[in-house]
């Protein structure tokens, strides 16, 4: 399966600032989704990030809040505005080679907001 | 709405048998899926099923189908310290490529 990197790994910011986190996959990949994993929770899609064009996002979750790049097949990244305490979760990459394959989840970005 | 509902806990002694229970609603899933994640790690494929299978098994995994009662079951044979994990599984909806997560089962092995 595909190597997938993830970046930071995890990061401590002061409320009000952005981050932007990381993937690159080393392969050439259909689908790339970002997920939010809240402390002690299960996994929520935040969004598709579709390469070429806008990300689609789940209901609950907005472009201003949480803009996402795909410039190509192998990398895209998630970036997390005015952060507040309540953004403090992990958050995670997946791929898939099509929409009938597996996903595979990069190691997370643990976040905290202070 | 959709709900992937699982036990929240597991504990089990180290060599025996485990069994991870996994209920869903939607009964036109195509595949299902269990995930491993280990504490700082991101989730690790275990294996999954096609929807027209009953039974899949991976050396110590074995996946149980239940159609009929939407249940789902992961039986990890020898049960080893390091299977001490949350596993999750995952439905995914005919038409859709979105995976709909459960609640998670943390599993404690004991030595």
């Known amino acids: 399966s595909a190597v997938i990197s993830q970046k930071p790994s995890r990061d401590i910011c002061q409320r009000g600032t952005s981050l932007t986190i990381q993937c690159q996959v080393d392969?050439?990949?259909?689908?790339m989704f970002w997920y939010r994993q809240q402390p002690g929770q299960s996994l929520t899609l935040i969004a598709t990030?579709?390469?070429?064009?806008?990300?689609?996002?789940e209901s609950g979750f907005v472009i201003d809040k949480f803009p996402i790049s795909r410039p190509n097949l192998t990398f895209s990244t998630l970036t997390v505005s005015n952060m507040s305490p309540e953004d403090s979760s992990i958050y995670l990459c997946s791929v898939a080679a099509g929409s009938n394959q597996p996903q595979h989840f990069g190691d997370g970005t643990r976040l905290s907001i202070l | 709405g959709e709900d992937v509902e699982q036990s929240l806990f597991l504990s089990v002694r180290e060599g025996d048998s485990s069994v991870i229970n996994c209920t869903y609603t939607d009964s036109s899933s195509t595949y299902l899926y269990w995930y491993k994640q280990e504490p700082g790690a991101g989730l690790q494929l275990l294996t999954y099923?096609?929807?027209?299978?009953d039974m899949k098994q991976d050396q110590r995994l074995t996946v149980l189908l239940n159609k009929k009662d939407k249940h789902l079951s992961l039986r990890i044979a020898d049960t080893q310290t390091g299977d001490s994990a949350i596993y999750f599984c995952a439905e995914v909806t005919s038409g859709t490529y979105k995976y709909i997560f459960g609640t998670g089962t943390r599993l404690k092995v004991l030595a």
């Open positions: 990030a579709n390469q070429g064009s806008e990300a689609t996002y």
């Open positions: 392969s050439q990949v259909t689908m």
């Open positions: 099923i096609f929807s027209n299978m």
